[in-house]
């Protein structure tokens, strides 16, 4: 086959791509039959058990008579309820994502001594390496940040003196070096496609020792580097809650899959980034706020609690919005009654939104919390209950912090690193076994034919 032109090229592309779609699937009954778990989760959600873990833990179920429960949703970090910890830092108004840093890594609270020589310390591994941003950011930008982050992920490796060392004191020390870095590489990565791609100012702010990663973050986003306390604090709220989700989520259990083959900290990292990347994953809040900017075109009286519903109806028979038949921001693979997550984050986006001028939008998302679950459980055939995700309320509160979309699903990197560099030393720690699930084969035996038989 001799193709020279790309036209022609393209053309073969297609047509090896309808050899591939006339294939088909796989028949729906044989994952009955053979007793497959898709997406490694049952009927009910709860997901088959595949490893242990001291980290975090997600409550949504009890026994009760030897049947299984749906109950309110609790999430602990090292063994202590998310709930407390908010309420710990909040009540003393104080940033909380390096002492959750710091609590997932370690497994203790610090104390007031050990917060802060350990901000000290990732004050101190915020810097890049020297040129890193005109050699690696500020080349080929990228219109995707998560593919921005990803590569400048790996390219971190280049720059290490000891990359493959996978010694808990070196893995510790790089995973430092990510989580501090994060923000940087995010934002930066933003201001190069901001520049190249759509003609705006170039603005590269140094990070600021004193500030907490929420203020960088700002700090780092904004021309004029001003936020307030109100807004830098509901960052940081966001950080905390996305930090960790126990072991099972889809990039985590990325991290644990591909740290468990022995490979470096970088490859670990890029992978989870890319399975973070995945719209059913890390980008579902982006989907929220669009949502809500189409009811908001749509819908007329956002009072008017019919014509919300009707609204609601309309997404669920793919009449509306983007036509897939979900509404955004409802329902978890694990929570079913509440995500404690959406709780916390609902309970102080009202402040917000009084700052920010906001209310009529808040009442909205209020009237669509409350009715999305009714109209869901009239529409579909349910396993277990419906409740607002993480999703729901995350988005607005960007949206609010005038977070640019395409930092949306970074942001969720900023904090899940936490997490992914916890599980990633856990692994290491206490498995010496690569994981290597089974998938079955159901493919019907054939004979070998010689080419000129075929």
């Given at each position: 086959?001799?193709?020279?032109t790309?036209?022609?090229?393209?053309?073969?592309i297609?047509?090896?791509?309808?050899?591939?779609?006339?294939?088909?699937?796989?028949?729906?009954?044989?994952?009955?039959?053979?007793?497959?778990?898709?997406?490694?989760r049952?009927?009910?959600?709860?997901?088959?058990?595949?490893?242990?873990?001291?980290?975090?833990?997600?409550?949504?179920?009890?026994?009760?008579?030897?049947?299984?429960?749906?109950?309110?949703?609790?999430?602990?970090?090292?063994?202590?309820?998310i709930?407390?910890?908010?309420?710990?830092?909040?009540?003393?108004?104080?940033?909380?994502f390096?002492?959750?840093?710091?609590?997932?890594?370690?497994?203790?609270?610090?104390?007031?001594?050990?917060?802060?020589?350990?901000?000290?310390?990732?004050?101190?591994?915020?810097?890049?390496?020297?040129?890193?941003?005109?050699?690696?950011?500020?080349?080929?930008?990228?219109?995707?940040?998560?593919?921005?982050?990803?590569?400048?992920?790996?390219?971190?490796?280049?720059?290490?003196?000891t990359?493959?060392?996978?010694?808990?004191?070196?893995?510790?020390?790089?995973?430092?070096?990510?989580?501090?870095?994060?923000?940087?590489?995010?934002?930066?990565?933003?201001?190069a496609?901001?520049?190249?791609?759509?003609?705006?100012?170039?603005?590269?702010?140094?990070?600021?020792?004193?500030?907490s990663?929420?203020?960088?973050?700002?700090?780092?986003?904004?021309?004029?580097?001003k936020?307030?306390?109100?807004?830098?604090?509901?960052?940081?709220?966001?950080?905390?809650?996305?930090?960790?989700?126990?072991?099972?989520?889809?990039?985590?259990?990325?991290?644990?899959?591909v740290?468990?083959?022995?490979?470096?900290?970088?490859?670990?990292?890029?992978?989870?980034?890319?399975?973070?990347?995945?719209?059913?994953?890390?980008?579902?809040?982006?989907?929220?706020?669009?949502?809500?900017?189409?009811m908001?075109?749509?819908?007329?009286?956002?009072?008017?609690?019919?014509?919300?519903?009707?609204?609601?109806?309309?997404?669920?028979?793919?009449?509306?919005?983007?036509?897939?038949?979900?509404?955004?921001?409802?329902?978890?693979?694990?929570?079913?009654?509440?995500?404690?997550?959406?709780?916390?984050?609902?309970?102080?986006?009202?402040?917000?939104?009084?700052?920010?001028?906001?209310?009529?939008?808040?009442?909205?998302?209020?009237?669509v919390?409350?009715?999305?679950?009714?109209?869901?459980a009239?529409?579909?055939?349910?396993?277990?209950?419906?409740?607002?995700?993480?999703?729901?309320?995350?988005?607005?509160?960007?949206s609010?912090?005038?977070?640019?979309?395409?930092?949306?699903?970074?942001?969720?990197?900023?904090?899940?690193?936490?997490?992914?560099?916890?599980?990633?030393?856990?692994e290491?720690?206490?498995?010496?076994?690569?994981?290597?699930?089974?998938?079955?084969?159901?493919?019907?035996?054939?004979?070998?034919?010689?080419?000129?038989?075929?």
């Open positions: 086959m001799n193709v020279t790309k036209s022609g090229q393209n053309q073969k297609l047509e090896l791509a309808a050899l591939c779609q006339q294939r088909g699937g796989i028949e729906p009954e044989l994952y009955k039959k053979y007793d497959v778990k898709r997406g490694l049952d009927i009910n959600g709860k997901g088959v058990l595949a490893g242990l873990t001291e980290i975090s833990d997600i409550h949504a179920y009890e026994e009760i008579n030897g049947e299984v429960v749906p109950c309110e949703g609790v999430l602990s970090y090292q063994g202590i309820n709930e407390d910890i908010v309420k710990g830092f909040m009540q003393e108004d104080r940033f909380g390096e002492e959750v840093v710091y609590l997932l890594l370690f497994g203790a609270l610090p104390t007031q001594a050990q917060l802060e020589d350990f901000s000290a310390v990732l004050a101190g591994c915020r810097k890049l390496p020297a040129s890193f941003v005109r050699d690696v950011i500020m080349k080929a930008p990228s219109s995707d940040m998560m593919n921005a982050l990803a590569r400048s992920v790996l390219t971190l490796y280049s720059y290490d003196d990359p493959n060392d996978t010694s808990i004191p070196n893995v510790l020390r790089q995973s430092l070096e990510l989580i501090a870095r994060f923000p940087l590489l995010s934002v930066y990565s933003y201001m496609y901001q520049h190249y791609h759509k003609d705006k100012s170039l603005v590269i702010h140094m990070p600021q020792p004193g500030l990663t929420a203020e960088n973050l700002l700090h780092l986003l904004r021309s004029d580097s936020f307030t306390h109100m807004e830098a604090k509901m960052l940081d709220l966001a950080l905390v809650l996305h930090a960790e989700h126990g072991g099972g989520n889809n990039s985590t259990f990325t991290t644990h899959v740290s468990s083959s022995g490979t470096d900290t970088y490859s670990a990292i890029a992978a989870a980034l890319g399975s973070l990347k995945g719209p059913k994953h890390g980008g579902a809040n982006i989907k929220v706020v669009q949502m809500f900017d189409d908001k075109e749509n819908v007329k009286d956002w009072k008017d609690e019919e014509e919300v519903g009707n609204y609601l109806r309309a997404l669920l028979e793919k009449k509306a919005f983007d036509k897939m038949g979900l509404i955004y921001g409802m329902g978890h693979a694990v929570y079913s009654l509440s995500d404690p997550r959406a709780k916390l984050l609902g309970a102080c986006v009202e402040q917000l939104c009084e700052e920010k001028g906001r209310y009529d939008e808040f009442g909205l998302y209020s009237i919390e409350r009715l999305a679950p009714q109209i869901i009239e529409k579909r055939k349910i396993y277990k209950g419906v409740s607002t995700n993480v999703d729901f309320y995350s988005g607005f509160i960007y609010m912090l005038d977070l640019p979309q395409e930092l949306y699903t970074p942001l969720f990197a900023v904090a899940r690193i936490a997490g992914w560099s916890a599980h990633r030393m856990e290491l720690m206490n498995s010496s076994k690569i994981i290597r699930p089974a998938y079955r084969s159901v493919a019907e035996k054939k004979p070998y034919i010689p080419i000129g038989q075929r």
